[in-house]
Every structure is written in C-alpha cells, then in structure tokens.
C-alpha cells in the first residue's frame, strides 16, 4: 500500500521560506507526478504544482513566482518551498500521488495526511 | 484558469436519502473530472475519475456523471459513513483546480 507523508517546519515567520517534503514508501515514484495541494482552515483546495521523476515541473500561475518544487528518487522523496510567505500562506499543506489513468493528467489517489503550516510572527 | 463551481454549499440529508451535488466548469472539460470525499481533519480520498469511473474500494451507492460543463455525483442511500465535504476537480487543463466544496450534514 502506497504511503505518503508530509515533514517540515509547523511555523515559518512572515518574508521567510517554507520547506516541505514528502516521503513515499510501498511503491515507486516512477510514471506518477507527484503534486503538492493546500487547504486553508475551512476553505478549499488549490494545487500548488508537481513534479515528474525526470525533474519537469508544472506549477499554479499564481504562485508560480515564489514556488519550486524538486524530486529525489533514490530517496524516495520530493520537495517544496515556497519563498516570502505570508499569514495568507497559513495552510494545511498535502502531498499527493497524481494518476493519468484513462487520459488526461492528474487527478489525486493517494494523499498525505496532511501539516499544517502557520505563518506567524 | 477554468472555475468549478459546486453547488450547493451544504446540504442537509437524512440516512437513506438520495443525494445529488453538482458542478460547473466555466468552459468545457470534456470529462476530465475528479470527486473527492473529506471528513473533518483528513485528507481527501479519490472516490470517482474521468467523471463517472469509480475508484477500486468505492462502494457503489457513489455514482458520477455529465460531461462537456456539467457534473453530478450521487449518493444513492446515504450512509452514516457518507457525511462529509464533497469537492469536484478538473484536469482538463492546468493550472488544476477544485469547486469550493460540498458539505453533506444530518
């Protein structure tokens, strides 16, 4: 069974950057983009970007500017910061395995359990 | 970037109902569409892809539907299991997005 989970700082200050990774076990990254997702408190979900094994990246225009994600695969791992964070930032933050199954790509069949990151002064 | 809109923001059901939830897109995503089932404090979980595909483990009260603009997803016999938030996704075209969200309660 595929496992997903997400390690990084719970508080960043404001201006500063947030780091997150991912550890995947019970399977292979190979052919599956792995993606990072957020949740604000009691609001919904918006895709941040992936991340290819080959190291291609696709990330959200809106936060394109201050995003970068990268993947390790002898570690099993991939990673995100994003720089100049503000409280608007404040999220509970996913990683997720994206699935091309039947065409078009991605749509999300494993998830991390998700951290929550505050940004706070 | 394509919208999705669910409605409607809450819905107010009793076990054993059939419930329906609907979304939108602002332009056409053939059907390139996702649902998702989150309880309070978890992650989603896939229930259904490509609009009406039901994801292996998913019990099949769960059913999807509609393609170009327009999405359903319906809960036959709604479950105690079953109250939770709804969210729709598009993967039409990046950058991906979700509807708000769905909440079914008691």
């Known amino acids: 069974q595929l496992q997903l989970q997400e390690s990084g700082p719970g508080l960043v200050k404001p201006s500063e950057t947030l780091s997150l990774s991912c550890s995947v076990s019970?399977?292979?990254?190979?052919?599956?983009?792995w993606n990072w997702i957020r949740q604000p408190a009691g609001k919904g979900l918006e895709w941040i970007g992936r991340?290819?094994?080959?190291?291609?990246?696709v990330y959200n225009p809106s936060l394109e500017s201050r995003v970068a994600m990268s993947v390790d695969t002898s570690k099993q791992q991939f990673s995100l910061k994003l720089t100049s964070v503000t409280v608007a930032d404040t999220a509970v933050y996913y990683c997720a395995r994206g699935e091309c199954a039947g065409g078009n790509c991605v749509f999300f069949d494993y998830w991390g359990q998700g951290s929550q990151v505050s940004v706070t002064s | 970037d394509i919208q999705m809109t669910q409605s409607p923001p809450t819905l107010s059901a009793s076990v054993g109902d059939r419930v329906t939830i609907t979304c939108r897109a602002s332009?056409?995503?053939?059907?390139?569409v996702a649902w998702y089932q989150q309880k309070p404090g978890r992650a989603p979980n896939l229930l259904i892809y490509?609009?009406?595909t039901l994801q292996s483990g998913v019990p099949s009260r769960f059913s999807g539907g509609g393609s170009g603009t327009e999405f359903t997803l319906t809960i036959h016999s709604l479950q105690p299991d079953d109250f939770a938030t709804y969210h729709c996704q598009q993967y039409k075209a990046y950058p991906l997005t979700f509807g708000g969200g769905t909440k079914v309660e008691i």
């Open positions: 332009q056409t995503v053939a059907n390139w």
């Open positions: 991340v290819y094994p080959s190291g291609s990246v």
């Open positions: 490509k609009a009406s």
């Open positions: 019970g399977g292979s990254m190979s052919e599956y983009y």
